[in-house]
């Protein structure tokens, strides 16, 4: 079985769940079909920042590079904006 994310409502459901107070970690892990490292992963986010997800996370991978033709579109824009600025 692969990596999964998580979806909102299943992390909206288990905060839900955990600020009423009456329903314990495995019960969610449980009634969600996820494991109990991910509803603590959840909880910890969210106690962490007040939100679902960390608003600190980057995108994974290298970043591009730009091709030749992306600076010459990227100058064409420049060029209209200049004249549109100063026209």
Known sequence: MGYSRLSKDIKKLIIQKTLL????ILQIARECHISKTSVKSVR???KKYGVLENPNK?????KL???QEGIMVSS???KLLYLNIYS
């Open 65 to 67: 590079k730009l091709r």
């Open 44 to 46: 910890r986010c969210y």
């Open 21 to 24: 107070g009456k329903h314990s």
């Open 76 to 78: 064409f824009i420049v």
């Open 58 to 62: 980057k995108k994974v991978g290298r």
